[in-house]
């Protein structure tokens, strides 16, 4: 009862926000050799946060969008499991998709989780949408039978913890930080002397409750949505990681759209992430003031410090999962 009060009330709050209508294109749809499909997805946060308003939002366009002939229910809140198990389900049909940001089932993507990879968002979409991820995602569908259909920006990555005011790399010997189950992640923040220990995003909370780790790190929307104010005090901006919240999808499903199909989901999940993107931006800074009048203290760290100290981490991990020379193409990239 409690989690079908919270869906409703994470629809209410799509609908609140001005989100796009469909109203227009779903008229235009032919939908002609079209199956109708009923399709499950699923996402670990809460319905509020970016992945999660980009998910439920999706979802209820496709269906106006192709006239009921896509219908796709989404779980928010792990209520499918974790990211693990629900690439699981991915892979053995009991899911269409998850939209996440974990990409530590394959190097292609958890590699993207470098620390300052991308200098803003304009570089991010020159990258993804250009022909460096043109290649990862045919590698992708090639080597896994999954397809990155597109990404939604969550915001930048940043630290809270409990007891600590973070403002040098110094600052972080010795703390445990939750990361998610990612090589990369767990580099990242060995290079500054932390103790990252990965765990499943529904157990965070309690494990911040309960002392079990120092602190945490997440887009700001999802540190706020999740209520970790009443957990933590210091909000670090260190901005490490633009990370991608990607929609991953069984290319058997891919396959079993029509062409117009396939044009309307991806027409649909672009113009849905741009309206989020907005969101995101728009309510970054009301999170801070939030945080703020809540008790908490928002610190702007020492930025150059971070990147110097985390700027090798790429050598480990970018030429095995890329290729030799992607790293730097991407830097490149302008």
């Known amino acids: 009862m409690k989690r079908n009060f919270c869906v409703c009330l994470a629809i209410g709050l799509l609908l609140l926000l001005g989100l796009p209508t469909g109203g227009s294109q779903s008229m235009a749809y032919t939908g002609e050799g079209q199956k109708t499909l009923m399709l499950k997805a699923g996402n670990e946060g809460s319905g509020t946060e ?83 991820g043109a290649e990862w995602k045919r590698t992708l569908i090639q080597k896994t039978g999954i397809r990155i259909v597109g990404w939604v920006f969550r915001g930048y990555r940043n630290c809270t913890l409990t007891k600590t005011a973070v403002r040098t790399p110094a600052d972080m010997k010795g703390l445990k930080l939750r990361v998610p189950e990612s090589a990369v992640n767990l580099e990242t923040w060995r290079a500054v002397g932390a103790r990252p220990t990965p765990m499943a995003w529904a157990e965070v909370y309690t494990a911040l409750q309960q002392g079990a780790i120092d602190g945490q790190e997440n887009p700001t929307d999802t540190i706020m949505t999740n209520s970790l104010i009443e957990v933590q005090k210091y909000l670090v901006l260190t901005r490490h990681v633009n990370p991608p919240g990607w929609q991953q999808l069984s290319e058997k499903v891919w396959q079993s759209l029509t062409p117009e199909t396939q044009k309307v989901w991806v027409d649909t999940w672009n113009e849905v992430a741009q309206e989020v993107r907005k969101k995101v931006v ?51 990239t302008r």
């Open 50 to 132: 970016a992945m999660g308003v980009q998910s439920l939002r999706f979802a209820e366009e496709m269906k106006k969008r192709t006239n009921g002939k896509i219908q796709i229910t989404h779980y928010i809140a792990s209520t499918l499991g974790t990211a693990r198990q629900m690439m699981e389900s991915i892979k053995g049909g009991a899911m269409a998709y998850m939209v996440s940001g974990w990409g530590a089932w394959t190097p292609i993507l958890d590699t993207t989780l470098l620390p300052y990879l991308f200098r803003d968002l304009d570089h991010t979409d020159k990258v993804i949408n250009g022909p460096i």
């Open 282 to 332: 728009r309510d970054e800074l009301a999170h801070f003031e939030t945080w703020k009048s809540k008790g908490g203290v928002v610190i702007e760290p020492d930025e150059a410090a971070f990147r110097a100290a985390m700027k090798d981490v790429w050598k480990k991990f970018a030429p095995k999962a890329w290729g030799e020379g992607v790293y730097e193409r991407i830097q490149a």
